[in-house]
């Protein structure tokens, strides 16, 4: 049975585009896959614990060894390692905060990095591949080639290098200038914008839509 992990991030609630994005994304499989089950995370309402010096370095201490702070740590990677093992497919909702990614989306590829669940330490393959990892993002200004701010994204470039030990690849569908239609100083922009976020939508409809039910 199709199983799809639905994980959001924005802290903007009704307002989020990403979440928007990733409802959106959700419905389409569930269309393509109707016998599917979907288990969802809310990491911009619940996020996870960052690693500390309490509990993080249970990754680099073997099991037996373990404080009850970093049993407590290593639990956390194993729950959320065990989400993505379960899951053919991950949509993840990922804004754009300050030119980077929320901190509770570092804080959960921080728990995903872990030896011997995610990544085999002897060899240094993954144990995650195989998975579709869907990034969808979305940012309030713009950033592609010859704008002011090019390069300033520093999202789409570390994700795939913070998750590339577990074998996980994430491909990115990006809704561009999503602040023009609140931001008075971007209002010229909005015609960009609604067409950032119309072809972003079309491609999430395009997923699945080869596929039979």
Request: proline share 8%; aromatic share 6%; glycine share 10%.
């Amino acid at each position: 049975m199709p199983h799809l992990l639905h994980i959001d991030s924005s802290i903007k609630g009704n307002e989020s585009v990403s979440r928007k994005l990733t409802a959106r994304a959700v419905a389409a499989w569930r269309a393509a896959h109707p016998d599917g089950t979907v288990t969802y995370r809310d990491l911009g309402r619940n996020p996870v614990p960052h690693l500390d010096d309490n509990g993080g370095l249970a990754r680099q201490t073997p099991v037996e060894q373990h404080t009850p702070a970093q049993a407590a740590s290593w639990r956390v990677s194993e729950e959320l390692i065990a989400e993505v093992r379960a899951a053919d497919t991950i949509v993840l909702g990922l804004p754009l905060y300050n030119y980077g990614a929320p901190s509770s989306v570092k804080a959960w590829v921080d728990h995903l990095v872990a030896p011997g669940l995610s990544f085999d330490p002897s060899t240094g393959s993954g144990l995650l591949e195989g998975r579709d990892l869907i990034v969808l993002g979305s940012r309030g200004g713009g950033y592609g080639p010859e704008t002011p701010r090019h390069g300033w994204d520093h999202v789409t470039p570390w994700l795939p290098h913070g998750l590339a030990v577990t074998g996980l690849e994430p491909r990115f569908i990006t809704a561009e200038l999503t602040l023009a239609p609140v931001v008075p100083a971007m209002a010229e922009l909005i015609p960009l914008a609604e067409q950032s976020l119309a072809e972003a939508e079309r491609e999430i409809d395009g997923l699945w839509a080869s596929v039979s039910v």
